[in-house]
């Protein structure tokens, strides 16, 4: 009796078990993102885009995709876990794109970023509103912040389009790596800094809010790279692949999704369009002689 009790018991938590424990993904996915804005609203602002492609596929590979969103402090820290294989796939700003490739040239480039059907986006080295500037020769003398020291924006076309006006690191009376977009922004605004450098989205944001600064210089430069780890399964990556193309501003549910990305889709890939970054990266110490 006893026996026949106990089987019962086991039979019975096996049963209970299998009914309530949570399904498992068939197919787990690590984002990586850094945090060029508030690291709590980057992942806010990022979930409905992140549904979108897990429900797409979903749907393409015939098997459930749970995708995580894992967010990083640093430019650094983003880049590293990509070339590590710590994530899965990444989106990456153009300086950010390179620098990993060097790291592990396995790393591949599966899209790009549309920005009205292109593949191209404007940067800006602000100044203040009030500000007598009128030109980056000017700014010999004066105080300048930076990003990221890994920033395409925010340190290497700043500096590169420094060095091309005749401003070299010595010139500058002040100059310091503030992380974040938004903070050089707050910076120059505030008349801490006499000038900075900052991407488009950003700018347009502190115009609404009203703060005091203007377009010093505008740069094109190449969007966002989406960009996938060395040893991603194939039939995985091809399916990225294949969503990502598939995203159209012109569809109501994709285009809520896009949101977040200021842009209308995305772009075959195409490493040859970050050559001008590889070019002001790797030529970065002329700022410095």
Not at 102 to 125: C, F, H, W
Not at 205 to 211: D, E, M, N
Not at 241 to 257: C, H, I
Request: hydrophobic fraction near 40%.
């Amino acid at each position: 009796m006893i026996k026949k009790i106990s089987a019962a018991v086991v039979t019975l938590a096996v049963t209970l078990t299998t009914v309530i424990a949570p399904a498992q993904a068939d197919i787990d996915l690590n984002f990586g993102l850094y945090a060029s804005d508030k690291p709590t609203a980057v992942v806010k602002q990022f979930r409905p885009l992140i549904t979108k492609i897990e429900d797409e596929l979903s749907r393409e590979l015939g098997e459930k995709v749970s995708i995580h969103t894992r967010i990083s402090p640093t430019y650094e820290q983003a880049i590293d876990k990509l070339a590590t294989g710590e994530v899965d796939f990444s989106r990456f700003g153009p300086a950010s794109y390179v620098l990993v490739k060097d790291k592990n040239p396995a790393v591949e480039l599966i899209a790009m970023e549309s920005k009205k059907g292109k593949n191209m986006r404007k940067g800006y080295i602000i100044a203040h509103q009030d500000s007598s500037l009128q030109n980056m020769a000017e700014l010999k003398g004066k105080r300048f912040a930076f990003g990221s020291e890994k920033s395409t924006i925010g340190r290497y076309f700043a500096q590169l389009l420094l060095t091309e006006a005749g401003v070299n690191s010595s010139d500058l009376v002040k100059q310091n790596y503030l992380g974040r977009h938004d903070k050089v922004g707050e910076s120059v605004a505030k008349g801490d800094y006499d000038a900075g450098a900052m991407k488009s989205s950003t700018f347009k944001k502190f115009l609404k809010k009203g703060r005091k600064i203007r377009v010093l210089k505008e740069f094109n430069l190449a969007t966002k790279a989406w960009a996938v780890r060395e040893g991603v399964n194939d039939r995985v990556k091809t399916g990225l692949t294949k969503v990502l193309m598939a995203f159209s501003n012109e569809k109501d549910g994709d285009k809520k999704a896009l949101k977040i990305l200021k842009k209308d889709g995305f772009l075959p890939a195409d490493d040859a369009a970050y050559n001008t970054v590889r070019k002001a990266i790797h030529n970065s110490s002329q700022f410095f002689e």
